[in-house]
Every structure is written in structure tokens, then in C-alpha cells.
């Protein structure tokens, strides 16, 4: 059963960079039948999709988020990383990485962020 667990800092100043790793197990991200995205949730709002990375590497990002993200590999095997500049409190929120197959959803617990001076 695949399994994957969201990291981060936590806390983050206004401009900066956060990164966040989520780790999979019980599964391969260069499994074939997978994509792995990353989810947020701020105060009061719904849920947004960030963006996925598929089984060769490659990488869709939400229209609206585009010029501040990026999604890549980890650099440990069987990690998946998200990348935001330019942060905001805006940007506050629970990020949630998922494993997503046909029929089949592997979500994370979450990582909580706080953009805030």
C-alpha cells in the first residue's frame, strides 16, 4: 500500500523560498501507473491543486501558480519535492502531497506553513 508523508519548515518569511519534500513508501514514484501531486488548503478556502509530477519526470503546474513553483524529484529515491518563491501570507496553509493511481488515492497527514514576519 503506498504511503506518503508531507515535510517542511513550518515557518517562512514573506519572500522567501519554502520547500517541502513528501517521501513515499510501499511504492515507486517512477511506477507507471502513479502521479504525484501536491494539494494546499488556506484559511477559509477550499482545497487547490498545485501541480503533479508523472512517472518521467515531467510536470504540470496550476496555471495560477506557474511563475512562483516548481515539482521535481527528490534528491533521496523515492522523494518528490515542491518549490514556491516568492511566498506570502497568502500562501498560508496546510500543503498535502498525494499518490494517484486509477481507482486508487494515497494521501499525506499534511504539513502545515506559516508565511509570516
Known amino acids: 500500500q503506498v504511503r506518503v508523508q508531507e515535510s517542511g519548515p513550518g515557518l517562512v518569511k514573506p519572500s522567501q523560498t519554502v520547500s517541502l519534500i513528501c517521501t513515499v513508501s510501499?511504492?515507486?514514484?517512477?511506477?507507471?501507473?502513479?502521479?504525484w501531486h501536491w494539494i494546499r488548503q488556506s484559511p477559509g478556502k477550499g482545497l487547490e491543486w498545485i501541480g503533479r509530477?508523472?512517472?518521467?519526470?515531467?510536470?504540470t503546474i496550476a496555471p495560477s501558480l506557474k511563475s512562483r513553483v516548481s515539482i521535481s524529484r527528490g534528491t533521496s529515491k523515492n522523494q518528490f519535492t515542491l518549490q514556491m518563491t516568492s511566498v506570502t501570507p497568502e500562501d498560508t496553509g496546510g500543503y498535502y502531497c498525494?499518490?494517484?493511481?486509477?481507482?486508487?488515492?494515497?494521501w499525506g497527514q499534511g504539513t502545515q506553513v506559516t508565511v509570516s514576519s
Open positions: 498525494a499518490g494517484i493511481a486509477l481507482g486508487s488515492a494515497s
Open positions: 509530477l508523472v512517472p518521467d519526470a515531467s510536470t
Open positions: 510501499g511504492g515507486s514514484i517512477t511506477a507507471a501507473d502513479y502521479s
